[in-house]
């Protein structure tokens, strides 16, 4: 298992890497910070009070964030010649409160979790989550703490108990949304695209991540996940977290038992019942089924050996053009989704004609993809689905075999949309 140490039986869990981060998920590692870590000795006196109480911060993520035990997300380190440094592997083993309390007391790198937001059986979240991302010079520290208070602001109005995280220590802010009891995850979801919806008159260069990233899970069924508040898994940071009040970011955040103190006491009820509905209703109008039109083809999950099939057929016409440029590569890997486990299959068979071609890369891309959310560029009303591999096919000359029926409308799962009023 190299030098990956899960600390559990070495014949139990099954790894299975993902590529980026929970939404996922979590920070990407190699851009630069727009502003320095905490120093040092700052750093260093910060970790004895989250060791101190690692045991009630384990507790405290079962009850209040966490829905699922039967899978997690730990960080692995690769090997330094590496572009990044980390990688995110998928434990297919029950997550417990020692794996917990290691995360929380910080004192190995490889003891690092993120979990899911998203319960596999009712699809249920505690938890709605926004990331505000600095990963590069283009990102703006002031712009995004600005835009983090009215994000916690607005969701504080709503009723529910409220944190900012200082997630990385150079700019970047996760706000935790924590409800008082689950919710459906696409209330979840739409809550989440609620408390971000202006971000463009705020300033930010693009829209920030909210948890869950998609109504509904698919796929395997994981969705994305988030890391939990601690020591960072890169950078010499503590998470730090909001007094709610202070607007200069430099004195505005409780560090060390203060951080701790804050995150335990939001395991109290809140003092008044969040608002209902959470997302204004002026705000949100749900669409009940995307709008087919004659040429919409639809894969029936009944019938999806015939559509791989069909999908072979057509991957054959798509040649060198499309398996050695990186975009036109991903776009037909999220195409090639919607078949599932004969879809990844059938991704491997196309990518390995490739002098690029990296399994293990192939792996952790198909975990990212969503068939709720993934679209093409600047078209989020075009979502990349099987019906785009067979167009882009078809322009190099396949043609769908005659006698086949197009695939039932059945397969279509149930999606929502927001409409924002400016």
């Keep these: 298992m190299s030098s990956y140490q899960l600390r559990v039986p070495a014949d139990k869990p099954v790894l299975t890497p993902i590529a980026g981060g929970p939404s996922e998920s979590t920070e990407s590692v190699d851009g630069l910070p727009d502003r320095p870590p905490s120093p040092a000795t700052e750093f260093a006196s910060e970790g004895p009070a ?35 440094a980390i990688q995110l592997m998928t434990i297919h083993a029950p997550l417990n409160s020692e794996q917990l309390v290691r995360h929380f007391a910080g004192t190995e790198g490889e003891d690092r979790i993120a979990v899911h ?10 938890v709605t989550i926004v990331d505000i991302d600095a990963h590069g010079p283009d990102d703006d520290p002031r712009t995004n703490w600005a835009f983090a208070r009215v994000v916690a602001r607005r969701a504080s109005h709503r009723g529910v108990p409220t944190l900012v995280l200082d997630s990385n220590g150079a700019g970047g802010y996760h706000i935790w949304v924590l409800h008082p009891s689950p919710i459906a995850c696409a209330d979840s979801y739409r809550f989440g695209k609620w408390l971000v919806h202006d971000w463009a008159e705020h300033g930010l260069r693009k829209e920030p991540e909210s948890l869950p ?34 607007a200069d970011p430099i004195v505005g955040f409780r560090r060390g038992a203060a951080a701790v103190a804050a995150i335990l006491g939001t395991r109290s009820r809140p003092d008044r019942a969040p608002t209902s509905p959470l997302v204004p209703l002026e705000f949100v109008r749900p669409v009940g089924r995307q709008v087919l039109t004659e040429r919409t083809w639809i894969v029936d999950p009944t019938d999806l050996a015939r559509d791989a099939v069909l999908a072979r057929g057509a991957l054959r016409h798509l040649g060198e053009a499309y398996y050695e440029d990186y975009d036109k590569w991903l776009r037909v890997g999220m195409a090639l989704r919607q078949l599932d486990d004969q879809g990844l299959a059938l ?25 709720a959310t993934d679209a093409l560029p600047g078209r989020p009303d075009r979502l990349i689905r099987l019906p785009s591999l067979f167009a882009w096919a078809a322009q190099h000359g396949w043609k769908r075999p005659t006698g086949r029926r197009p695939p039932s409308r059945r397969g279509l799962r149930r999606c929502w949309s927001i409409e924002v009023k400016l």
């Design 347 to 371: 991704w491997h068979e196309w990518s390995a004609q490739s002098r690029r071609y990296r399994p293990e890369d192939l792996d952790s891309k198909w975990m990212t993809f969503d068939t």
């Design 50 to 84: 989250w060791r101190a109480q690692a045991a009630d911060l384990a507790a405290w993520a079962l009850e209040k964030v966490i829905v699922r035990t039967d899978a997690f997300v730990a960080y692995r380190s690769l090997p330094a010649e590496r572009a990044r």
């Design 213 to 246: 990233k998609s109504p509904a899970l698919s796929g395997k069924r994981y969705g994305q996940a988030i890391r939990l508040p601690g020591r960072h898994h890169v950078r010499p940071h503590w998470t730090a977290v909001w007094d709610g009040e202070t």
């Design 117 to 126: 937001v998203v319960g596999p059986i009712a699809e249920t979240c505690k």
